[in-house]
T-cell receptor, first 112, second 115 residues
Framework: EAQVTQNPRYLITVTGKKLTVTCSQN?????MSWYRQDPGLGLRQIYY???????DKGDVPEGYKVSRKEKRNFPLILESPSPNQTSLYFC???????????FGEGSRLTVL | AQKITQTQPGMFVQEKEAVTLDCTYD???????LFWYKQPSSGEMIFLIY??????QNATEGRYSLNFQKARKSANLVISASQLGDSAMYFC????????????FGAGTRLFVKA
């Protein structure tokens, strides 16, 4: 089954404690991306990757890091989380010249 | 810069009636794709429909159709014969397909279907 898998789905953490949200896709897609969703703002792109070792900033990259060492994985790293990073996070993947972005189920993060 | 605008924060529709959700966009890219996604209360993002900027005909997928007016830069979603299960948040999105493949989303429209 074609899917994008994110972990953890839910996380409560404290300010400054480094965390990683993993994302893995099984469709051999070249492109992957991370979004955060906040009420009234829709989804905003944090980072995206066009292939292994190729990443670029989206609209809200501050406070986040990513890496793309393998085609299937695209982890999101919060080195020192702050309360303003409390949000719902989505990972997505797609292939150029096709339609759909495939989304993971979302990861709800709370930073206290 | 690219921009997506959904001007309707919330809408009501009677069950079995049709409803149009508005979406306008702005881009200077010659090639782009337009999407609609549904997000029910459970939170997952469900793909509904896709329209490429060079597609001559409006996209349709079952009860969903995308009313694409390129000159007006609008990509409205039409849902025919609304069902109670259509109550959800709906997001319009645009993807640059000239090389960067960056995708941006609108703020969303929450649709309520009344019985």
């Amino acid at each position: 089954e074609a899917q994008v898998t994110q972990n953890p789905r839910y996380l409560i953490t404290v300010t400054g404690k480094k965390l990683t949200v993993t994302c893995s896709q099984n469709m051999n897609h070249e492109y992957m991306s991370w979004y955060r969703q906040d009420p009234g703002l829709g989804l905003r792109q944090i980072y995206y990757s066009m292939n292994v070792e190729v990443t670029d900033k989206g609209d809200v990259p501050e406070g986040y890091k990513v890496s793309r060492k393998e085609k299937r994985n695209f982890p999101l790293i919060l080195e020192s989380p702050s309360p303003n990073q409390t949000s719902l996070y989505f990972c997505a993947s797609w292939q150029p010249n096709t339609g759909e972005l495939f989304f993971g189920e979302g990861s709800r993060l709370t930073v206290l | 810069a690219q921009k997506i605008t959904q001007t309707q924060p919330g809408m009501f529709v009677q069950e079995k009636e049709a409803v149009t959700l508005d979406c306008t966009y702005d881009t200077s890219d010659p090639s782009y794709g337009l999407f609609w996604y549904k997000q029910p209360s459970s939170g997952e993002m469900i793909f509904l429909i896709y329209q490429g900027s060079y597609d001559q005909q409006n996209a349709t997928e079952g009860r969903y159709s995308l009313n694409f007016q390129k000159a007006r830069k609008s990509a409205n979603l039409v849902i025919s014969a609304s069902q109670l299960g259509d109550s959800a948040m709906y997001f319009c999105a645009m993807r640059d397909e000239t090389g960067g493949f960056k995708t941006i989303f609108g703020a969303g429209t929450r649709l309520f279907v009344k019985a």
